[in-house]
């Protein structure tokens, strides 16, 4: 399912309690900066259902001031896929 | 963490949370792009052995380094886990692994042996317009100048057959005389009966640049459907299949009349000829055409065209006199610079010879041509077509230069390769189509096919496909990836790919590009020119094939260029194809520059300085305008099958997607194959879209799902299926009917019948 990665802007003075947090979720790995209060957050869940229960769990991180999705990558079966349709770009 | 460093300067990571594949010691090698006709150049990304990445050149003037999304994935597919990396041979119908020598051991025996029963022509070998340089060239050797046989044609007769014969017979000399640089010089584009969003989509993007960046730039698309050139065109005009012999008339009907015509040009630099007319379409096997030129006057050609007043060719053409006298102010307009583009519409085309003769014609009569921004440029479908096929001459009547006709040109070959003059036959043989009908027959009795799938390529795909099955025909096939060919082939040579082996390329503008060898092939995957030398050693020609495996491909192209030597065709040394992004031959050593406008004494230094002009292909250095007339396509809609068929590409897949479809992002982009059909079409027949039907002709029958309001729209009462899936063989449906002139299929017109399925 989508591995996301994100850039995570801790509250002020929670960055190591912050990386500790999301640690400890299996769904995370977590790259935070040696110099600056930023963390890169990757996400990987394997179905829709940890997906969004993965979306709630972050949302409930008080330690979080900011998060911004970078980029996302779909790891769909190709069968189940449909023809994209570009008529409406 | 590279979208971090992008937004926050002076971020750090420690050093730990970098992947090993990010330390940066990336080497990058040029190259050209491994697909289409416009020649991008590109780097790959090589590290520990393996191509990773690939991004394009910036130093190269074709691409200025953007690519396109073929382009940017291309090196994924040789990851694919079905590779060929094995020789198979079959036994007892099941492939069975064997050594590389063993496998060209057999090769070369069955050769042998095949020649010995039934002569020099029993042997074929069908080769491509994505063969390197190098790998033409030692096919064309062995075949015409070790073996003795004129059976070499390739793939390249399906795509740009009528390109050459309309380039002969107008200007007496293959290849356009404009490049790529005239985009940026034009004020209007016509793009006859191509996609080139899709099917040239850099050159493209350097076109919507040039019409973003200057005033006054147009680009009028004049194609069959709806696709998405024309929605980024500034007019779309729509003409029924056939029609555009009857357009390029009466725009030139228009010119003449509006006095729009250069009467200088004309009188200096052309002469005016007819040929024959009713030439039928080749659908008789062992079908025979011969041209007759016949010179007529300028007021012989004014008074032909008099058929094709706008308003009198509305009916055939579907476009109204008022669009086709649009089209005649932008050719007619002095101060106007005009750049006719067109590819397979074109060349596709029972009577493409005529079509892109007549094209000419309106740059001729208007002058408009040869020069900065004014140009007829016939794009080339193959990254080689133009390189390998038609500069190398990989086809039955071709030499490296010139044709097997002529006397001199046989013995200039014979003189190169060291043979006895006698050994090249005069005689041509067969053609791609012909090929396949004499393997039918059971006159063709070993074919070794090299970087080409006809087995979904070609027309009419179900009479050939079981021609090749026939015991009476020993197939060879080399190939990186299996594939419906390789499905009938009683051995399979496993082929290196692109940057596995070092090569040249030649594309669209005259530009050779070369480039080293970036990765290993894996297992015993090999270059298709050592393959070929191989195999020439086995069958006692190694006198002629004396290359070493290390440095072969220098040393054949360093051979070739002796063909070419001299003003009008010399290709550039090796020492500058590899410190540059290519050149344009002809290539002038003592300035080293590139001939980027040909037949204009301004630019091009083989030209007669007395002239300004000189089409110097012809003996006399005029082109020749040529009165050709519309002629009916061989099969019409009807009441049984009351469709046209058009075939083509999606930007996604390389022609039968044997590479495509193995990199993930391009086959989920575009999964499989789909018919378009008009709404209305579709409305009235009860059919959904994604819902499966059948195309049927009188040949065969595709079932497809429909495609409605979705990429392309094709007109009412015609449907369009790409073909690159070998899972939807739509040319089981198509006519195996060609120009009689280039011998160029037509896979633009057929009739079919809709059914749900």
Not at chain 2, 6 to 31: C, R, V
Request: with cysteine; glycine share 6%; hydrophobic share 35%.
């Amino acid at each position: 399912m989508p591995v996301k990665s994100y850039i995570t802007f801790p509250q002020p003075g929670k960055k190591e309690l912050l990386i500790k947090i999301l640690q400890e979720n299996k769904y995370c790995e977590v790259l935070p900066s040696v110099n600056k209060d930023i963390i890169v957050l990757i996400t990987d869940t394997i179905n829709d259902e940890q997906e969004e229960a993965l979306q709630r769990t972050i949302e409930t991180i008080k330690e979080i001031e900011h998060l911004t999705l970078v980029s996302g990558f779909n790891d769909n079966n190709p069968q189940e896929h449909d023809s994209i349709n570009y008529d409406n770009e | 963490m590279a979208a971090a460093a992008s937004m926050i300067p002076g971020i750090l990571f420690a050093k730990d949370q970098y992947h090993e594949n990010l330390t940066g010691d990336i080497k990058w090698t040029k190259g050209p792009c491994r697909f289409c006709g416009v020649g991008c150049g590109i780097l790959v990304g090589t590290q520990k052995g393996k191509a990773v990445a690939v991004k394009g050149d910036p130093a190269c003037s074709v691409n200025k380094g953007l690519l396109c999304v073929k382009g940017y994935h291309q090196i994924m597919c040789t990851s694919s886990a079905d590779r060929l990396t094995k020789a198979l041979v079959k036994k007892n119908g099941t492939y069975v692994e064997t050594s590389l020598d063993e496998a060209l051991d057999l090769v070369a025996s069955k050769m042998k042996e095949t020649i010995e029963k039934h002569g020099k022509d029993s042997v074929a070998m069908y080769t491509s317009g994505q063969s390197t340089i190098p790998e033409g060239y030692v096919a064309s050797k062995l075949m015409k100048g070790a073996i003795g046989t004129n059976n070499l044609d390739c793939n390249a007769r399906l795509c740009m057959a009528s390109a050459v014969t309309g380039f002969l017979t107008s200007f007496g000399a293959d290849e356009p005389m404009g490049c790529y640089s005239d985009i940026e010089y034009a004020n209007v584009f016509v793009l006859w009966g191509n996609n080139m969003a899709e099917m040239h989509p850099v050159l493209f993007s350097r076109m919507l640049d040039n019409r973003l960046t200057r005033k006054n730039v147009r680009i009028i698309d004049l194609a069959t459907r709806t696709t998405r050139t024309s929605k980024a065109a500034d007019k779309s005009i729509l003409f029924t299949p056939q029609g555009d012999l009857a357009i390029a008339n009466a725009i030139c009907y228009e010119l003449i009349n509006n006095g729009w015509v250069n009467k200088d040009f004309v009188e200096k630099h052309t002469v005016f000829n007819k040929g024959k007319t009713n030439i039928g379409y080749g659908l008789e096997d062992n079908f025979s055409f011969k041209d007759k030129a016949e010179p007529i006057d300028f007021d012989q050609f004014k008074e032909f065209l008099e058929d094709y007043r706008p308003d009198k060719v509305e009916a055939i053409t579907g476009v109204s006199a008022k669009d086709i006298k649009y089209l005649a102010s932008l050719y007619g307009d002095p101060n106007l610079k005009v750049v006719s583009f067109w590819c397979m519409g074109m060349n596709q085309h029972t009577r493409g010879t005529w079509i892109n003769n007549l094209v000419y014609n309106i740059h001729l009569l208007t002058g408009k041509i040869s020069q900065p921004g004014n140009s007829p440029f016939s794009l080339t479908g193959q990254p080689s077509a133009c390189g390998t096929a038609r500069e190398v001459g990989t086809f039955t009547h071709k030499l490296p230069h010139g044709v097997v006709m002529n006397k001199k040109d046989r013995e200039l070959a014979a003189k190169i390769w060291k043979v006895p003059y006698e050994r090249i036959p005069a005689k041509p043989t067969y053609h791609a189509t012909e090929m396949f009908r004499a393997v039918d027959r059971g006159d063709i009795k070993f074919i070794w096919t090299q970087v080409t799938n006809p087995m979904v390529s070609l027309p009419k795909t179900n009479r050939y496909r079981p021609a090749m099955q026939k015991d009476s025909c020993f197939v060879v096939v080399s190939d990186v990836f299996p594939t419906p060919t390789s499905d009938v082939a009683d051995v399979i040579l496993p082929a290196a790919w692109h940057v596995e082996k070092s090569g040249l390329y030649g594309n669209s503008e005259r530009r050779t590009q070369h480039w080293e060898q970036m990765v290993d092939a894996p297992g015993d995957a090999a270059p298709d020119a050592w393959m070929t030398i191989e195999v020439a050693r086995r069958l006692g020609y190694g006198d002629l094939f004396p290359y070493s495996r290390e440095n072969h491909h220098e040393e054949i192209y360093n051979e070739y260029r002796q063909f070419h030597a001299g003003k009008k065709h010399n290709m550039a040394p090796l020492e500058v194809l590899k410190k540059e992004s290519g050149a344009i031959w002809p290539y002038i050593e003592e300035t080293g520059k590139s001939t980027k406008w040909r037949y204009n004494s301004k630019y091009d230094p083989a030209c007669d300085q007395s002239k300004e002009f000189d089409f110097y292909g012809k003996p006399n250095g005029k082109a020749v305008i040529w009165q050709r007339p519309f002629e009916p396509a061989p099969e019409i809609p009807d009441q049984e099958y009351p469709f046209w068929l058009c075939t083509g590409r999606v930007i996604e897949h390389w022609h039968t997607g044997s590479m495509t479809r193995r990199i993930p992002v391009l086959h989920q982009a575009v999964p499989n194959a789909y018919v378009e059909l008009h709404p209305d079409d579709a409305e009235r027949m009860g059919i959904r879209n994604k819902e499966k039907v059948k195309v049927i002709s009188r040949r065969g029958v595709t079932v497809l799902p429909a495609s409605i309001n979705e990429r392309g729209m094709p007109a009412k009462g015609q449907v369009f299926v790409p073909f690159f899936d070998e899972n939807m063989l739509i040319n089981d449906t198509t006519l195996d009917s060609f120009c009689p002139i280039s011998k160029e299929p037509d896979y633009k017109k057929c009739a079919v019948r809709i059914e749900k399925a």
